[in-house]
């Protein structure tokens, strides 16, 4: 009789140990980047020889992984591809640019950061639609339509 209780106390304390262990594991694998654009919105920025619209974008991760934002698209093209270093600001020369570092942008799970992206006045017209994409590490795009008032 006492032997039946230990094999079953034993039995049990496995079996726990067992269930604890692979949630651990499911845990891992099931993470997951989700990146939400809450607010977005577009200023003219007047300048001496050249005006700039200015995309004000404020990303929040919602998801359970931190991902990195590696580049950014404005209507399907890089903003390298405009001759533009990464990593400038507001008061460059230049048709488009963006607040993205060479690296990148990392966002942890919860963090909310801002993104900035500016275009020559002269390459868009007011009341033009822009494609903004945000495109992940993981291959993700996130993308936002804005009209330059």
Not at 37 to 43: E, G, M, N, Q
Not at 71 to 92: C, F, K, P, Q, R
Request: proline share 2%; net charge negative.
């Amino acid at each position: 009789m006492i032997a039946t209780v230990i094999l079953v106390a034993i039995t049990i304390a496995i079996s726990i140990s067992a269930a604890y262990w692979m949630s651990g594991i499911s845990g891992q694998y099931s993470g997951f980047e989700k990146v939400e654009i809450p607010t977005a919105y577009c200023t003219l920025t007047p300048g001496v020889n050249n005006s700039k619209w200015g995309l004000y974008l404020s990303l929040k991760n919602s998801g359970s992984n931190p991902t990195r934002i590696i580049y950014v698209m404005v209507n399907n093209v890089v903003v390298s591809e405009y001759n533009i270093s990464a990593g400038g600001s507001l008061s460059d020369t230049g048709s488009i640019g963006t607040s993205l570092s060479e690296n990148g942008l990392a966002i942890d799970s919860g963090e909310t950061v801002n993104v900035y992206v500016w275009i020559g006045e002269d390459r868009f017209s007011s009341g033009t639609s822009v494609s903004v994409h945000l495109h992940s590490i993981s291959g993700i795009d996130y993308v936002k339509l804005l009209m330059l008032l």
